[in-house]
């Protein structure tokens, strides 16, 4: 639940209503995981591995889960890889509502085909903050490379990289030190 004065995020309790907690509109709920396992790639049910995918999509491109532009790059590929088919997987609302949700997100393009996907096919396709049109380009090149890959190897593998991510896992929260001095703790 997002907090409207600060933009915060909270949690909500199982145990009250949610008409208690909410406390002046506008009101807005997300789904989002709490607690990251050790290896996502273990999850036993795909349904819960396409969320926990998603949640870590969500990380990367709000900045929550920084990493070197190259191991972005490398995600970026396979989730343009794994794509395609969970429009067919029985998931449209879900995927509708993610890319409903950030701005400027395609829809993913499944297997690499070079008279489908043209030079700069990737420029307005967004996954990290502050992407160049170089990253787009690395992206590309690294998509090519993923050519025949499954979408579920491209999400294991994408799940696979993710938890290897200095920051994978670690939520940090803002401290006022002093007057004029902020951190992000954890």
């Not at 590929?77 to 949700?101: C, K, M, W």
């Not at 701005?103 to 307005?124: A, F, I, M, V």
């Not at 690294?142 to 999400?155: T, V």
Request: with cysteine; hydrophobic share 35%; net charge negative.
């Amino acid at each position: 639940m997002d907090e409207p004065k600060t933009q915060e995020l909270r949690w909500l309790d199982p145990n009250k209503s949610i008409r208690k907690q909410m406390l002046c509109p506008p009101f807005h709920l997300s789904f989002r995981v709490k607690f990251y396992v050790s290896d996502p790639s273990k999850l036993a049910e795909e349904y819960t591995r396409y969320h926990f995918y998603l949640q870590l999509r969500l990380d990367i491109l709000e900045g929550r889960l920084p990493s070197a532009e190259g191991s972005l790059a490398l995600l970026a590929s396979y989730a343009v890889q794994y794509a395609l088919s969970i429009l067919f997987r029985g998931r449209p609302d879900t995927l509708d509502e993610y890319h409903r949700n950030y701005k400027g997100t395609k829809t993913e393009l499944g297997d690499y085909n070079p008279e489908e996907h043209p030079e700069g096919y990737l420029d307005n396709y967004r996954f990290a903050p502050g992407q160049t049109a170089d990253f787009a380009k690395k992206v590309a090149e690294l998509h090519a490379m993923h050519r025949g890959q499954s979408p579920a190897e491209a999400e294991f593998n994408f799940l696979d990289h993710a938890k290897r991510l200095d920051m994978y896992g670690v939520e940090l929260f803002p401290a006022k030190v002093g007057l004029y001095q902020f951190y992000l703790i954890f």
